[in-house]
Structure formats: structure tokens, C-alpha cells
């Protein structure tokens, strides 16, 4: 029989710790506890619908993250379930969720008896604009029911719950906690043939036209368009597999994955939007994009230090600064762009650092700096004006982020970059790129081949455990 991640000795402390965390709490106080699963290096991406027998995991509200990896290796999150799930949409959507966040940081309690370290996280995605994300929530912030953590080989498990909901809360965080240690069995690799032809790369090539007529005109110095593309597959698609082969094939990206009504968003960046640690801010300016040759198939890769590429990138840079000088005692001066390599891609990044003033929070710093230019355009507004007059849609979190907050109010988080949206044997693919003054349309479509391409070719390699025809019969 698989073994549970808690035995009967850790089940029974947590009941007794949440019974000592009930004694004088408000129902609406949110508690949690953090126990030490010991010692180990789990990825939790084995963790697939495979560990929850009859249990849907598209449907189960799930969160992966597994961070760049660093000489000490990874770290990383799974998140099951929702405790909190607050939601907003329209301007002041990032002023809601601070706002809500800020709620429960005046109720929320934590016990770690066993000394654990970890912190209970809250995690929230959002759409790039602030209307619609094709069905998903346009932004999000969650506090999961269990978050289980692996970093420098120990694993920890946080629990949490609402006050009002403690007497029941232990049996269904057993109920929701996975089996341990289930891995995918291998089958042949998935085929993904395409479902879009030459017309859609003829419309984008279009796209690119009319945007270098508005830069030329004065009315926009940069612009980014996005592209999607559908695949269906003769397999249903596993999360599990597909996670595990973004961690191996881009180690110096962020793998990230989220769960929502029966379809998953999945992908790895290698774009840090905004991390805050104790006062300290960090941004990544990245903008500029080569490739080796023959990557695309359609058009030779520009030289990533050509003047299109660094213009692009100091616009970022430019704009980045400029968000962050009124909520930073001080900005250091922008160090010259590095060379950041993802995969067959090659990028300009510099990283902008500052000192944050007291009582400027999170969310108001995403507020402030997204869309930055790598994503969006500059001017911002009037590039954004472009993008809603030219019909550009971006399917659920792409190009928007995705993050975690600890109860200080301390995060991280990225651009969801080279990603998909996935439903049973769908999938659509996801990719943009930045448009300036002397932007060739054939180059930029061949970009966007070559971004498309990350989570295409993972899709490809990744191995799935049972044709869908199969795994219908035995539901």
C-alpha cells in the first residue's frame, strides 16, 4: 500500500496543535501550522491525478512552482486547495488584493512547533490587462489549504484554516493530501500535429505592419504582439510529465503551474517581475531576444547586441527605473544588460535594485511597474490603446504574473512566459514579441516560432501515462 505523508505520530500533533491554535480564536481568524516532513529532495511535479484515486486534478485547485536552480538546487511548491480565494478585476485590481491581503494579515496565526522555518504563503496570479482572461479569474490571491515545501533537502508541510472550520479541518487536509511518492509510467511520446496554417502567420506579419506604421507615425515607440497556437493531441495531457521536462530542459527558469476548473496553465520563465525581501527590491529589465541558428526554420536570428535589441532593452530599463523611483529611498544605478540564456534563446537583462520606503506594500509595487515594456509597450497607455483598437487577446495568465506572499508581506513572482493553456487533449501555446522602429515582420514572426517552440517541444518529450481512450474506459 503507497505510503501517506504523515504518519499516525504527525497526524496526531497536528490535531493537537490546531485544538491549542482554536482556544480563544475569532471565527474568522485564519490559522496555520507547519510540520517538518524531514529530510529529502521532492519535486512534488511527480504528484499527478495518479495520487488522488478518483479524483479529478484538473478540478482540484493546485499550484506548482519549482524556482531557478542555484548551486544548492531548487526549491519547491506545491499548493492543494483554497482557504481564501479572493478575486477583482478592472483598475484597481492590485489596490483590492492589497487590501485583502492586508485582511488577513491581521488575523493570520501561525504555529510551527517543530521549528521548522517555513512561513505559510499565500499565492495569486493575474491577467496582463485588467478585463478578462478568457475564463479564468483575472486576479487572484489564494491561501491553500496545504502547501508542501523541499528546499535544501528538507521538506515541510503547511496547513491552514479558517477558525470557524477548525473542528472539521484535519480530516479534510488528510482527504486532500496526496499518496507519496507516485511517479507517471512512461508510453510513447505525445504527437502534437497543428491546427493553424499560413493565414494566421500572415495575419501576425499584418499586425506587425500596422504597428510599424504607428511607431513611424510617432504615436508608439514600442509595441508587443502575441500569438497563440492550438494543438490537440491523441493524449489527454498529464501535468506531471510536462512540469518534470520544463525543470530539466531549462533549469534557469521559474516552472510554474496552476490548476483552475478543469484546465491548467503551465510554462517556465525566465523573467523575475518583482521580488521583495526585507525592504531590498528586485526587477528584471529583459527585453532583446536572439536565437541560435536554425532555430526557427524562417528567418536568421538577429544579433542580440544590434541596435534594435539594445534599444528595446534600455526602454525597459528606462521605464523599470521610473516605476520604481517613487516608492524606493534608492535605486542603485543600472549595471550594463548581461547576456541571460534560456534554452535555445538568448535575452538582455539587467536587474534594477532599490530600497523600498515604509509603508509601501506589495501590491502596489506590481501596480506601479506592470506592464512594463517587455510585455506591453511604451508609452504604456498609448500602447496599451493600441493593443485593445487591434483586437489583441492574451488567453488566461499569459504575460501577466504569478507569485507568493508570506504573512510579512515579503514575495516573489514572474512573467507567465513560454507557456500553455490545457484542457484534456488541448492546448494552446502561447508567445510575443517586442515591436520598434526598424523590426522586420519575418524576424519577429520567426521569434515567436522559436518562444512557441519551448513549451512545444516539452509537450513533444514529455510522456504521458495512458491513451485518453484508456484512461475514459477505467473512470
Known sequence: MPRRLLDAAQIALLGHRLRALLVGARSNDLLSISLDLGGGDEDWLGVDDGAWPGVDLARTACHWWAAPATAGGREYRLAIGRVIDFRSTGEARFSALQAAFAGLQAVWRHDDPQSTGSSPLAHFGFAFAGEGADGWPNARLVVPAILLQSAGGRRTATFSCVAAAGE??????????????????????????????????QAFMARVAAALRAIGEGRLDKVVLA??????TGYAIDLAPLLATLRDRHPGCTIYGIAHAG???????????????????????????AWHAGGSGRAASPSLLDAKNRCEQQVVVDAVCAALSPAC?????????????????????????????PGVAFFELLAALHPTPAVGGWPVAAAGRWLRAHGERRGAWYSGGIGWLDRSGD??????????????????????????????????????????????????HARCRRPLAERAASA
Open 168 to 201: 472539521t479541518a484535519v480530516a479534510g487536509w488528510l482527504d486532500a493530501l496526496p499518496l507519496r511518492s507516485l511517479r507517471p509510467s512512461r508510453s510513447p511520446p505525445l504527437l502534437l500535429p497543428e491546427t493553424l496554417g499560413p493565414l494566421a502567420e
Open 227 to 232: 500569438r497563440s497556437r492550438r494543438w490537440t
Open 263 to 289: 484546465e491548467s496553465f503551465v510554462g517556465a520563465t525566465p523573467e523575475r517581475l518583482l521580488v521583495l525581501r526585507r525592504g531590498a527590491v528586485q526587477v528584471d529589465a529583459l527585453a532583446g531576444t
Open 329 to 357: 529611498s534608492a535605486l542603485s544605478a543600472p549595471q550594463p544588460a548581461e547576456v541571460l540564456h534560456s534554452g535555445g534563446l538568448q535575452h538582455l537583462r539587467t536587474t534594477v535594485r532599490g530600497c523600498l520606503q
Open 411 to 460: 514575495g516573489d513572482s514572474v512573467v507567465a512566459l513560454r507557456c500553455a493553456r490545457i484542457k484534456g487533449r488541448q492546448a494552446e501555446l502561447f508567445a510575443g514579441a517586442g515591436i520598434v522602429a526598424g523590426s522586420d515582420p519575418a524576424q519577429e514572426l520567426a521569434e515567436t516560432e522559436v518562444k512557441l517552440a519551448v513549451i512545444a517541444d516539452a509537450l513533444r
